[in-house]
């Protein structure tokens, strides 16, 4: 009940500034340069900020044909308001979080949310390393390579260890990603592919540890989408070779493309050594014009009506892939939070070309049940 009652009181208090004046809000502007771990935790000048985690996870006591999917996800908001109230109680600054097990063998999804203003060492995102915590919830950055998130949810809980085993890969232009025709709309943005995971997780009170691959994006943006987007189609997937590709679209009113674009690294080289396959290999970025998503399967939700489509054919140049959903049902309804409803949920790659599994992701989906107002 705590719970909800901060979430629609932060609820209400966003629809509010709608009735304030313009606040200045930082650009985001190509050139600017991304360090670590300078630009992992807080950059709370900005309008919006996120860190996104996504992994797939086995618990070891059979072979796995279906994986269980994990995302856990905080968002930072600047409000707009009491900017120069000194109290603790000012809300200047709005945490959210959403966590999810997505279990494709019972085909259940299993979620969670909080919100809360930052304040009293209870909510907070701080700047330099990565350290974010709302409530019980948390994720933060313990050594150079290393994060550790903690989740409790109402019927699962989790505590992961991720970590590195590739650099950041810097999404768009050196980390500088376009969402749209306008160059005003667009994000610092860069990813921690191929992450290895390990942990304990709780599921219909049965702990278990497990361990995996998992995925991680960081964001942050004042002005990141334009008013003529509806919503966008996100890809993030751990190639099997040892590679990465992410990809995305910014949908118009119509459900057209008004902006893509992708990212894929390639795998080490073949007999690479540990400090080659730290460098990895190459880094190649496509524009709106070599990225094209066509929607194969939908699915219907029983809930809210809304119908998304889960199964895609994405062209990255001039490699084909099909995106195959490992759950159908995997609807977030963050409306208390958030005040939208998202799918996202575990897939498996599937290279057209060869007919073979190319890797493994999470792909989420925004937008298809009204317009997306970030």
Do not use: C
Not at 107 to 118: D, F
Not at 127 to 150: C, F, H, K, M
Not at 215 to 241: I, K, P, Q, R
């Amino acid at each position: 009940m705590r719970s909800r009652r901060l979430a629609a009181g932060v609820f209400a208090l966003l629809i509010s500034l709608r009735a304030l004046g313009e606040v200045a809000y930082p650009p985001v502007v190509p050139g600017h340069e991304l360090a670590f771990p300078r630009d992992e935790g807080s950059h709370p000048d900005y309008r919006i900020e996120w860190w996104y985690v996504t992994g797939q996870l086995d618990d070891g006591t059979s072979k796995v044909k279906a994986p269980l999917g994990f995302q856990v996800t905080f968002f930072r908001v600047r409000t707009g308001l009491a900017a120069d109230n000194p109290s603790s109680f000012a809300p200047r600054q709005v945490l959210f979080a959403h966590a999810a097990l997505a279990d494709p063998v019972s085909g259940r999804l299993h979620h969670a949310q909080r919100s809360a203003r930052t304040g009293f060492d209870l909510a907070y995102a701080r700047e330099g390393p990565l350290d974010v915590r709302l409530d019980d919830w948390s994720i933060r950055q313990v050594a150079p390579d290393r994060y550790v998130t903690a989740v409790h949810g109402e019927d699962f809980d989790f505590e992961l260890t991720l970590v590195s085993t590739q650099p950041p890969l810097l999404q768009g232009e050196r980390g500088f990603s376009r969402k749209g025709p306008d160059p005003r709309a667009a994000s610092y943005y860069y990813s921690l592919p191929q992450l290895a995971v390990s942990g304990e997780m709780t599921l219909g009170g049965s702990t278990r540890k497990v361990s995996g691959q998992a995925w991680f994006d960081h964001e942050w943006s004042s002005d990141y989408v334009d008013e003529s987007a509806l919503g966008w189609d996100w890809l993030g997937v751990n190639m099997a070779d040892g590679g990465a590709l992410m990809a995305f679209r910014m949908r118009d009113r119509q459900g057209g493309a008004r902006w893509a674009s992708a990212t894929l690294r390639s795998p080490p080289a073949a007999g690479a050594g540990e400090a080659e396959m730290a460098g990895t290999g190459a880094v190649t970025t496509f524009g709106p014009e070599a990225v094209r998503w066509t929607a194969l399967q939908s699915w219907r939700s029983p809930r809210t009506g809304v119908t998304y489509p889960v199964q895609w054919r994405v062209q990255v140049g001039d490699r084909r892939y099909r995106v195959e959903p490992l759950l159908l049902d995997a609807e977030l309804d963050s409306r208390p939070t958030t005040g939208i409803l998202y799918w996202e949920g575990p897939i498996r790659l599937i290279d057209e070309a060869t007919g073979k599994e190319a890797g493994r992701g999470y792909l989420e989906l925004t937008g298809y049940g009204g317009k997306l107002d970030l």
